[in-house]
């Protein structure tokens, strides 16, 4: 995505295009699959999940194909996203800064990339514990392979695990917090794509910066160009609706309609 592909009209930045949303979303639902089969596994409390997912059995065997397609949408997280994940001097400040954070008080906080430093924990706590589950879930899934010598492996496996599983429920309650009610915006973007700017100043300025400065399109109206006359013209001309969206947006894009 480059910076000039990123500044949509009325006053939006484009977040996360299709490919990064269909990856998050598949991985999600696969995700919360695991999460329900597993804790069904688990607990006998749980039981009754595994029932309501179609029985025993059928969870016990679709629960590790669920966790290969879940591993390689985490992959794919991984090919898009690891290089702005990178861990930077900026984001020990911001971990310094938590507590300003955890106020509301963003004005405090050292100015934050596309990702900030707890999303980007996210994302490396997310990765590292797929990557954990998959060799240990393999092991579990064909024990029989698994020579009596290196036996331990079953033993590690065991443990292993479920405590990955349990670290990954920390992080997903902490993201679910954050994503759906912390910061306003934000489960718009991974829906639609895009978030205001207003969003894009307040929680990562750094990036917000960095395409407004890299973009060679000027940024443009925060007021929609459907209240505008020239909309009530187009209108009363007769155009079909399409068409008038599509001309009230290229003319958005060329500078028309600015911000005030
Ligand atoms: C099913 C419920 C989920 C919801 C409601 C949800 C919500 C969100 C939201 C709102 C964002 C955008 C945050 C932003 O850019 O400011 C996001 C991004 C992200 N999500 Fe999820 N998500 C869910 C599940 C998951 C799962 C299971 C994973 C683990 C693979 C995951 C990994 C990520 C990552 C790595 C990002 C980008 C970095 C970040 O914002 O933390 N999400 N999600």
Redesign the pocket.
Known sequence: MSPSEQIIPHGHVL??NLRERLT??V???A??YLLSTGLAFWSPWLFWVAAALGGAQVSRMLHPWAGLI?FA??WN?YAM?AKQ?KYTDDDRKWWKAVKYYSKNQDDKMPPAGR?NA???F??WG?FWS?VALLVTGVVLWFPEYIPWNLRFLRYLSVLIHPAAALF?IG??MI??Y???FA?RG??G??IRGD?SIAFAKR??PAWYKEIVDESSSPLRCTHSPRRTPEFAALRSHGIPRVLQTRRLVSESASGKYRCR
């Open positions: 977040r996360y998050h979303w991985a999600a639902a995700y919360v879940f949408f985490v997280m996203w994940m990702y707890g999303q980007k996210l994302f997310f797929t990954t992080l997903f993201h679910l954050m994503g759906l910061e934000a489960f973007s991974v978030v929680y990562h």
